[in-house]
């Protein structure tokens, strides 16, 4: 049995981690020229808002004028957006949290791990986030909810409070399990190398989001999708990568305005804190053993990696013997250096007849209406 693959099309909608770039070449540009490739295919994307950055520059906009007209034109951006009949969903990155304007230039205090502030801070920021994108979408369309949660830099597990949390403001899932993403980083410490599931919908163990319930709860988890890459593929993409970061980094310092926002950007806020040991194994050994682990962002791959990406979902959809399927993607706008690869790939899904391209709102209504079979721990 070949399952419909209800696959939506998620972009977290941000500037860089650290707050550097300007919103309108890292957000606004981009979010309208990948609605416009959406809307030329018939599919309507959707977009986790990382609300925390917007509440900070309205927070700041009295004393820097900039500020307003950025958060302005945000606003007018996300409602043009939710107008054309995209989907607006939640992302919390609370390293805005307590942060200072100064120059022109943020600095960002807070901790990047939502999982490391008390259950009464982690309420405020998402039932705060909730509610600003609720009053700001409900007079376009009276029955919008945030019904689905994104947590920025995926940090959602173990928690004793957080799934807890998200049920009780009424989310109804929560997409930050990426299976087999493990961080050492200077700022975030995440191990899900061992999730119990990393691909269906299930029911997660209230205070550890990587194991199941065995019974159901308040609230779903489905899996952001992640797949091995073939070494060949890899290869070729990251070679193609490196050449194109060298050529950057040559057309910034010969561009003042460049977005502030390079390859180097990337690789220095996901550094990894491992020894040679470590390095040699995830680089060297690793891949050939399995195919590289890659988190599906679209801004990440390349054309033929989202068709093995593709496969790979629908090996795993077929193998889960079930008729409907829910599955979540990843994007970043603010790493698209090139839409042609994402629109051949929009192209390509839309008219696959086993693929129905859904937004996060419609995953929530699947799931409260029984349409997708959500696991539980076999008893
Ligand atoms: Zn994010």
């Known amino acids: 049995m070949q399952p419909t693959i209800h696959l939506a099309f998620v972009d977290d909608w941000e500037l860089s981690g650290d707050g550097s770039g300007n919103p309108r070449e890292l957000q606004f540009q981009p979010m309208r020229e990948l609605a416009r490739i959406y809307e030329a295919h018939g599919v309507r994307g959707s977009f986790n808002a990382e609300v925390m950055q917007q509440l900070t520059f309205r927070k700041f906009q009295a004393a820097h004028p900039e500020l307003k007209d950025f958060a302005d034109e945000w606003e007018a951006t996300v409602r043009q957006t939710f107008s054309a009949g995209h989907d607006i969903q939640l992302h919390i990155h609370?390293?805005?949290?307590?942060?200072?304007y100064r120059a022109g230039a943020w600095n960002l205090n807070g901790d990047w791990s939502i999982l490391n502030y008390s259950v009464d801070e982690a309420r405020q920021m998402i039932g705060g986030g909730k509610e600003y994108l609720e009053n700001l979408l409900r007079p376009i369309k009276p029955g919008y909810g945030c019904v689905s949660f994104r947590s920025g830099s995926w940090c959602i597990a173990p928690s004793p409070h957080m799934l807890g949390v998200l049920?009780?403001?009424?989310?109804?899932?929560?997409?930050s399990i990426v299976g087999g993403v493990q961080y050492q980083t200077r700022r975030i410490k995440l191990d899900y190398s061992n999730c119990e599931e990393d691909f269906q919908p299930y029911y997660p163990d209230m205070t550890?989001?990587?194991?199941?319930?065995?019974?159901n709860e308040p609230i779903v988890c489905?899996?952001?999708?992640?797949?091995?890459?073939?070494?060949?593929?890899?290869?070729?993409h990251h070679t193609r990568k490196a050449i194109g970061a060298i050529k950057s980094r040559t057309s910034a310092k010969s561009s003042p305005s460049g977005s502030g926002r390079t390859v180097e950007t990337y690789g220095h806020e996901w550094a990894q804190d491992?020894?040679?040991?470590?390095?040699?194994?995830?680089?060297?050994?690793?891949?050939?053993?399995?195919?590289?682990?890659?988190?599906?962002?679209?801004?990440?791959?390349?054309?033929?990696?989202?068709?093995?990406?593709?496969?790979?979902?629908?090996?795993q959809a077929r193998a889960a013997r079930v008729a409907a399927i829910p599955v979540i993607l990843e994007n970043h706008t603010k790493d698209v250096r090139d839409f042609?690869?994402?629109?051949?790939?929009?192209?390509?899904v839309s008219s696959a007849p086993d693929i129905k391209c859904v937004t996060l709102t419609d995953i929530a209504a699947g799931i409260q209406s029984g349409a997708f079979q959500i696991k539980t721990r076999a008893k």
């Open 274 to 315: 491992e020894t040679l040991l470590q390095k040699i194994y995830t680089r060297g050994v690793r891949p050939y053993l399995k195919g590289r682990h890659l988190i599906s962002d679209l801004a990440q791959l390349d054309h033929r990696l989202m068709l093995e990406m593709l496969a790979s979902i629908r090996r």
């Open 208 to 215: 550890d989001a990587r194991r199941l319930s065995d019974k």
């Open 94 to 100: 609370p390293q805005w949290s307590s942060a200072e």
């Open 167 to 175: 049920a009780g403001l009424g989310i109804v899932f929560d997409m």
């Open 222 to 236: 489905i899996p952001t999708n992640h797949f091995y890459g073939s070494r060949r593929q890899t290869l070729q």
């Open 340 to 348: 042609t690869h994402i629109e051949r790939f929009v192209a390509d």
